[in-house]
């Protein structure tokens, strides 16, 4: 058989089972940090292969919101290095108006060689790929090198404050080490494994309060204007130059996304400003560097006004990367025999639970299915990559874990 027949025979074995499961997952209408029963599924099929599967249960069941309780999956298949790990969420954003829908969005539909489905593309076939690799890679291969693990959670669209975090927290406390991470996040952008991410900037969010003194506008004397006490530190702290990256990541950029100020009528000074921006920040430049330029530039043109201001921060994650090396090559690989591509390396975008894996030491990349229609209405993925990406996935497992 030439090997054309044979990549062909092995995508028709991946095809059906990952559409299948898929399919199973993406019914299950689990908006953040609802898990709504997916890793039920996924368990008892891990357990079949031989995984040792434990709920991580964080959070306060009698509440909602942030601090609602999120249910994890930690599921093991051996105890030697290295370990693989497999990393996805269950959750997905909510649909908007379902009536926008070409069909409808917890309804999976096969059309125009498309699977329709929240989370089609983010993330629910990732999951049931690397599921599907993991079932035919250990039925194949029984007696292979190290361990395959699985990370899933049902808070990575949400706050993130009780999904993969805790899980790692967890780890870590019992020195559980990762050696290889692969979160299934959708990377690809024109064609399947066009991109991997072998790295993400870092993310510092901040919420600025100036406050002034409200009063009547034609009497400024009286009071304190913090839109104007505002404008200048603002204006200096948009045009500012942060680094000038490096051969891995952009630059350091900064926006504004949000600036709120007065009371809707035409004749008062308001009393307060608040605006939030959010840096996007390479490995040239660290967490306190943002927080001290930032505050320099503002104390400038505070140190004489009669307002004041406060920021509060919030890390949503610090850079990272994964170089060229062996978990990089085994997908690029992986990926050169299913598909023909010359992948592409890339940091871009924005964060991902991989954030939280990365300071452990494990190596990590993301490696899915193509982006193009993530959080919008109509979502959906290529039926024919579903196949496809379970055999790259598999391929990466022999590529680490046979001899």
């Not at 199973?24 to 029963?37: K, M, Q």
């Not at 051969?247 to 809707?264: H, R, V, W």
């Not at 605006?275 to 930032?294: D, M, Q, W, Y």
């Amino acid at each position: 058989m030439s090997d054309n027949n044979n990549k062909n025979v092995l995508a028709q074995n991946h095809q059906q089972a990952t559409l299948d499961l898929s399919i199973e997952l993406l019914e299950r209408p689990s908006v953040t940090p609802d898990d709504d029963g997916c890793q039920d599924i996924l368990s008892a099929r891990l357990e079949q292969a031989g995984f040792d599967c434990e709920f991580m249960y964080f959070g306060d069941r009698d509440k909602t919101g942030e601090h609602a309780e999120v249910k994890n999956l930690w599921a093991r298949r051996g105890a030697a290095h290295p370990v693989i790990c497999f990393a996805g969420h269950t959750d997905v954003v909510p649909t908007g108006g379902v009536n926008n829908w070409t069909y409808p969005p917890f309804t999976p539909t096969i059309a125009d060689g498309y699977l329709w489905a929240r989370g089609a593309a983010d993330m629910k076939t990732g999951i049931a790929a690397f599921t599907i690799a993991s079932e035919r890679f250990v039925a194949n291969h029984p007696e292979h090198n190290g361990s395959i693990a699985m990370l899933i959670t049902s808070d990575e669209e949400g706050p993130s404050i009780n999904g993969t975090v805790k899980v790692i927290e967890t780890l870590e406390a019992r020195d559980e080490k990762i050696t290889y991470c692969l979160v299934g996040e959708p990377s690809s952008t024109n064609t399947l494994g066009d991109i991997i991410k072998n790295g993400r900037r870092g993310s510092l969010g901040a919420e600025l309060t100036v406050t002034g003194k409200q009063g009547h506008v034609a009497y400024p004397h009286l009071a304190c204007n913090p839109i104007h006490a505002a404008m200048a530190a603002l204006s200096e702290l948009t045009a500012a130059e942060w680094d000038t990256g490096n051969d891995y990541f952009p630059a350091t950029s900064l926006q504004i996304s949000n600036l709120n100020s007065g009371t809707g009528a035409t004749n008062v000074i308001p009393e307060t400003l608040e605006a939030v921006f959010n840096f996007r920040f390479s490995t040239e430049t660290t967490e306190e560097e943002l927080k001290e330029k930032t505050h320099a530039i503002f104390d400038k043109y505070f140190a004489g006004s009669k307002a004041n201001y406060d920021i509060r921060w919030k890390l949503s994650g610090n850079p990272f990367l994964t170089p060229e090396g062996k978990l990089v090559s085994a997908c690029q690989n992986a990926i050169k025999s299913v598909t023909g591509t010359d992948t592409t390396l890339s940091t871009s975008g924005g964060t991902s639970d991989g954030r939280f894996i990365a300071p452990t030491g494990a190596q990590v990349v993301e490696l899915g299915v193509r982006n193009a229609t993530i959080h919008q209405v109509d979502e959906k993925v290529e039926v024919d990559d579903l196949g496809r990406l379970a055999q790259i996935y598999e391929g990466i497992l022999k590529n680490l874990l046979l001899d």
